[in-house]
């Protein structure tokens, strides 16, 4: 915005913002924070055109503006309608809204599969989320769910069409970020899917963040597909030097293992502004090569809401009590009865999951069976 | 002081009466309780020979649970081992192959599954975490064993029985046969 562009006062939800001219009421809502933002499951701030399509931000406008104080006929997008002097809007006050949302969930969920169990998506799940706040319990659809032939993608990228939302951020992210678009939504309607037309790789660079900004688990990442739950990785933020982005990533840990990359993302589960300030996409070579831990700086584990299932059994500030055995007998150490390590069949030393490309197979275990 | 259940009673510290100094009643009276219970049912159960039964919401050891097909039900989601409050189950996934459609349910399946029993307090968090009907708390004790590492129970001691290849052996298991 430019300087000196007049400010204009949104009341949202009887909390008054100024917000400069041509802002949306969806940035106004975020500028307050908390509960009074709607979500957005199509809207990605860092990629130009996007939203308008899922309907999930739906907001009621009681007052247009200062000069014409007529409430708008009907709900509107606030991802997409911008802010006029003196406009009130009612999100979560208003009942026809928080209705209109549930009917919105209730459409998105009609032949999204409950495969949740087996989706790597789960836990940072932004439609999971959508419906377990604003959705209702049940399902009033009694048909059969809408199925695709499987598309491959590469080696990189695992499509799951049934899961997609159509929301195109992906779309928009092969078309700014990457040298040449290469898929697409193809055919209309109920058969609406993405695809590559005639079966291809995506293999440009900066094609992996199609990954983050997917707010279901329609495209997840290949390398690191069934490898673990979310929940149980720890995120740690890192960067190295990389020629082609920024190199501020976040890995997703579990002991010293590395089990997958992602890019840095904010309250509203968007790409973080990198330290220079840049949207913090990241290349293709820091997402899916570079899975040991040497090579990356480790900065320290990022910020985990306290509200997030990745918070759980994430133990922080713990401060170990020293071990009394040693100095009470003498110097002798404790006899132990069992080193878990040598009994376990889990987390063998010698399979390195992060590093198998690729989903784990039953091949990769009996390997390890052998030896 | 004001008493709680107003049933305290205040120490009798009369001297004791004749009857009392001579003993023998009281001696008798404890004696006659005594054997009046060798005339009573008793509430034991000579166990490994007799075992009671167990209450329908038992929780025993954990069995991994199959479909009817012989399909192994767990997908690796670990709802169960974020659930417990033990940390006692740990997992490891895997992508089901072609042709191994007959042996897991779903795409994906758990390679590696574990319950530490030393661990485990038998609460049933599992059970009632699991949105695949996998896992289930029997009504078996954990057996008793020697050595610690006989407590680390992997998938070879958690499966049920095959229903088609091995439906002898599921029956004797579920003892209806």
């Known amino acids: 915005m430019a300087e000196g562009a007049p400010l204009f006062k949104v009341t949202i939800d009887n909390i008054t913002v100024e917000v400069p001219a041509g802002t949306t009421i969806l940035n106004a809502a975020r500028k307050i924070g908390g509960d009074v933002a709607p979500p957005a499951m199509c809207y990605y701030s860092k990629l130009q055109g996007s939203g308008g399509k899922c309907r999930t931000c739906l907001v009621e406008v009681s007052k247009g503006s200062e000069k014409d104080p007529r409430p708008m006929p009907k709900l509107v997008a606030s991802c997409r309608t911008t802010v006029m002097d003196g406009m009130e809007v009612k999100n979560i006050t208003s009942p026809k809204v928080l209705d209109a949302r549930a009917g919105v969930v209730e459409f998105l969920l009609l032949n999204h599969p409950l495969d949740c169990p087996i989706c790597d998506q789960a836990g940072e799940c932004h439609l999971q989320d959508l419906s377990y706040e604003h959705g209702k319990a049940g399902t009033r659809y009694e048909f059969q769910r809408r199925t695709f032939h499987k598309h491959d993608l590469g080696e990189y990228i695992q499509l799951h069409m049934t899961r997609c939302i159509l929301c195109y951020r992906c779309v928009f992210t092969a078309d700014q970020l990457t040298a040449k678009r290469e898929h697409g939504v193809l055919d209309r309607g109920d058969h609406a899917q993405i695809a590559t037309f005639i079966e291809k790789n995506l293999q440009n660079d900066f094609i992996g963040n199609v990954i983050d900004v997917c707010p279901v688990g329609a495209l997840t990442d290949k390398t690191f597909r069934f490898k673990n739950r979310v929940w149980f990785t720890k995120p740690v933020d890192a960067h190295r030097d990389c020629p082609k982005c920024s190199g501020e990533v976040q890995l997703w840990m579990r002991g010293d293992e590395v089990f997958r990359i992602t890019a840095r993302k904010d309250e509203w589960g968007e790409i973080k502004d990198t330290t220079q300030g840049k949207p913090g996409w990241i290349c293709n070579e820091c997402r899916f090569e570079k899975k040991q831990v040497s090579d990356w700086v480790i900065e320290g584990p990022s910020k985990v809401n306290r509200q997030s299932v990745i918070s759980a059994n994430h133990y922080v500030g713990v401060q170990k009590p020293g071990e009394t055995f040693e100095n009470v007998m003498d110097g002798r150490q404790p006899r132990l009865f069992m080193d878990i390590h040598s009994v376990s069949e889990v987390n063998k030393p010698e399979i390195q999951l992060s590093l198998i490309e690729g989903p784990a197979h039953s091949d990769d275990f009996e390997v390890n069976n052998k030896d | ?177």
């Open chain 2, 1 to 177: 002081m004001q008493s709680l259940t107003n049933r305290a009673k205040p120490v009798d510290r009369r001297p004791m009466n004749f009857m009392e100094r001579m003993y023998l009643p009281a001696v008798l009276k404890g004696m006659s309780i005594t054997f009046s219970h060798m005339f009573k049912k008793a509430p034991t159960v000579r166990y490994p020979d007799e075992t009671r039964p167990f209450s329908p919401v038992f929780r025993g050891l954990h069995v991994l649970n199959r479909d009817e097909e012989g399909r192994e039900r767990c997908t690796a989601c670990g709802l169960c081992a974020v659930a417990c409050p033990a940390e006692a189950i740990t997992m490891e996934a895997a992508e089901r192959k072609q042709g191994e459609e007959n042996l897991y349910r779903e795409e994906k399946y758990a390679a590696k599954y574990e319950i530490n029993m030393l661990r485990c307090i038998f609460c049933g968090l599992c059970e009632e975490a699991c949105p695949k009907d996998a896992i289930y708390l029997s009504e078996t004790f954990a057996p008793s064993n020697f050595a610690r590492k006989g407590f680390i129970y992997g998938k070879k001691d958690l499966l049920i029985p095959d229903p088609k290849t091995e439906a002898a052996d599921l029956a004797k298991a579920k003892g209806t046969n």
